[in-house]
């Protein structure tokens, strides 16, 4: 069963480093990377967006994050920021609280 959040990414330019190209969704070529005071956290989730648009460089994004490890749910808390990953730090996000 996966656990499933919301979050706000931005994406960084390809100037800056980030995707040449865009990435159609949902994806789960991005590892998102959660970086506490002594822990580091990696862990992998589908991204999509709300109208199912590619992800583009240096464009933000509302999105969808389903988690398929049942770890994410107690690793994961509200306003969390994370980094996006592929081979390099290509995004930034923070987790959106749940209405709940």
Known sequence: MAYNRRADI???SA???GLHERLTTPT???LLIFDATNDKLQIGATI????GTPLEPGRAYSVQLSFWVP???NALTD???FNLWAGRIVGSGSLVPNPF
């Open 48 to 51: 999509t967006t709300a109208k």
């Open 71 to 73: 770890e994410a749910e």
């Open 79 to 81: 306003r969390r920021d």
């Open 15 to 17: 100037e800056a480093g």
């Open 10 to 12: 931005q994406m960084l």
């Open 28 to 30: 789960r070529h991005l």
